[in-house]
């Protein structure tokens, strides 16, 4: 291959690195495309803080659910919510909560998604007997979690949308 060719492909390669790539702020590039836009700074029901703080805190939980978990939770219960961080993307889907029905639905959705890995958790306890009091302990972790969606759906009141939008 020729040295010529060579210098040509790492020009044009630092170049597009160089235009596509580059982190410096004065470019005016959006550095962290995590970072919120007005929806995130919309409120959200009461529950919500406290359903984030223990359904995404694996040691609260039992389960860990990535980001791909929470997409394809919303995506069962036809909601749209863009790949963010998990906090702003569970927020995205019960924003805009207003029916028992919707809340069960994504309940019920979330329960598959921790029996998964409860299922998991119990293969893994007959394959390793050893570690089999660690994955019981996450198991219970993980029920005691699906355990609190009945008591948040029981709890939570709906909210009829009315012609005057500061009638509440």
């Known amino acids: 291959m020729n040295e010529h060719d060579l210098s040509d ?17 004065e470019d005016g590039v959006q ?20 359903l984030t703080s223990r359904l995404l805190a ?33 927020k995205s889907l019960f924003r ?8 069960k639905d994504a309940f019920a959705e979330i329960d598959k998604h921790i029996n998964g890995r409860i299922l998991i958790y ?3 306890s007959e394959a390793f007997p050893a570690s089999k009091s660690v994955f019981d302990e996450h198991t219970k972790k993980a029920q005691k979690t699906m355990k609190m969606f009945s008591t948040i759906i029981e709890d939570f009141e709906e909210i009829e949308p009315t012609s005057d939008p500061m009638f509440v």
Do not use: W
Request: with cysteine; charged share 35%; proline share 6%.
């Open 122 to 124: 119990q293969e893994l």
């Open 9 to 25: 492909l790492k020009a044009e390669f630092d170049k597009f690195v160089s235009d596509k790539c580059s982190l410096s702020p």
């Open 31 to 50: 550095q962290n495309r995590d970072v919120g836009d007005k929806e995130d700074e919309e409120p959200v029901p009461q529950f919500v803080d406290a």
């Open 58 to 90: 694996p040691a609260h939980s039992g389960v860990y659910l990535s980001r791909l978990d929470i997409k394809r939770i919303a995506e069962a219960i036809d909601e749209s919510i863009p790949i963010k961080e998990r906090v702003k993307m569970v």
């Open 96 to 103: 805009h909560t207003t029916k028992k029905e919707y809340l």
